[in-house]
């Protein structure tokens, strides 16, 4: 207890040195704002929210039972329309929450806008802050600053159908080349079901393919990102997932085929383990690492994950540090991985869970062979929120531009945004 108040206060003073006299919390700032009232908490929606619902319920009936007079207002928010939202608390300070999860990816974008609030002594006096890896803590943090406590890592591998497999003679792929064969057979042999569900606007399923082709985000026309790009197109094709079903699927209505039964592979995060046991799918499929190029070789995955951050200009400061802190912790990490499957950030709550489910294997073998990850730039927000790389993507899968066209325009529009 001694050592959350010390994180308290820490938070306190760093909150009082940063936060404008115009916005200033509505109790006196030295004791981190009001110690009761209701905070007001941002999480994102899911494809299948229940099981993360009643985790944060938990905590919430835990952080209540702590804190007499204090209450916690939950507003779930749509992953698509993020960045609206976070602009206008930004600019709104009076309706901002007090405590937000985020995307790591978004992490540039808000640090320019100065709407985080700098969790760093807060983090350093948590009993459990010194259990986050450096790798965790980098995805938070933006020129020397950490913004925000990690709160899981995901990465994407391949799922696919064991039951599926079993009956057509197929084995789990070792290479893009198996991969894109197994696919077409099931296909073939199951023309009521896609082969690999693959989306047109599902950037982080066609980044790993650009990726092992040599490819990168910056450098998005360069001959091996175009590589990459056309292996993973020709698969929005007829005899794998036709185009007009499949190239404005997103990221969630490709879990969503997958886990229904009406696709024979998908490449899917570790969270969205939930989403895919709550369908047709569940106890007939496994999992690997996404195959590369090369027999035996791994796609880079993208290391995304979700932060949780304190709104600079919260007037309730210290009881967000101690509801974050909470949350945060080993006890609702593990909870959080057995409803959700989001791989934890403190590394003993990984090596628990590591232990004690093969399912965690693959991703953690993705995370081993090297992962990638967006631009530290600002002007990231701009390609992301721009729909830059999905609309690439489904410009080809649609025949509305070529490889070259695409990818020349998408390379343009994010040189403009990254200022390079």
Known sequence: ?????????????????????????????????????????????EP???????????????????????????????????????????????????????????????????GLADLGPAVSAWSE???????????ATYEGTLLGVPWYVGVRALYYRTDLFAELGLQAPKSQAELTQAARTIRAKKPEMFGLAVGG?????????????????TAINSPQARAGLKAYTDLIAADNCPPQNCADLTGGKTVDLFASGKAGMGILGNFN?????????????????LPGSEPGSVAPAFAGGNNLGIMKNSRRPALAA?????????????????????????????????????????FVDTIAAGTKFVPLNP?????????????????????????????????TQIKAALGS
Request: proline share 6%; net charge negative; hydrophobic share 45%.
């Open 48 to 114: 299948n929210r229940a099981p993360k619902e009643k985790v944060v319920g938990e905590a919430i009936a835990e952080f209540k039972a702590a804190h007499p007079g204090a209450d916690v207002d939950v507003q779930y928010i749509a992953v698509d329309t993020r960045s609206e939202r976070f602009k206008g608390a930004f600019n709104d300070p009076a309706s901002a929450p007090d405590m937000v999860e985020y995307g790591n990816t978004d992490l540039p974008e808000y640090a320019a806008a100065g």
């Open 379 to 411: 002007g990231w927000g701009k390609v992301d929120s721009g729909a830059v790389l999905p609309t690439m993507i489904e410009k080809v899968a649609t025949g509305k531009a070529t490889v070259d066209q695409a990818t020349d325009e998408a390379a």
């Open 129 to 139: 802050g010194g259990d986050l890896t450096a790798d965790a803590k980098a995805t």
């Open 1 to 45: 207890m001694k050592k959350r108040l010390a994180a308290l206060a820490a938070l306190a003073l760093t909150m009082t040195a940063c936060t404008p006299s115009t916005s200033a919390p509505s109790a006196a700032p030295s004791d981190g704002g009001a110690k009761t009232g209701t905070l007001k908490v941002w999480l994102f929606d």
């Open 273 to 289: 383990r939930a989403a895919v046991d709550a369908g047709a799918a569940k106890g007939k499929y496994a999992v690997i690492p």
């Open 201 to 217: 606007k599902y950037t982080y399923a066609a980044m790993p393919f650009v990726w092992d082709a040599g490819g990168e985000i």
């Open 322 to 362: 101690d509801f974050l802190t909470l949350l945060a912790s080993k006890k609702y990490q593990i909870k959080m991985y057995e409803a959700m499957g989001n791989l934890p950030t403190l590394k003993s709550a990984s090596d628990e869970v590591a232990a004690k489910d093969p399912f965690v294997k693959p």
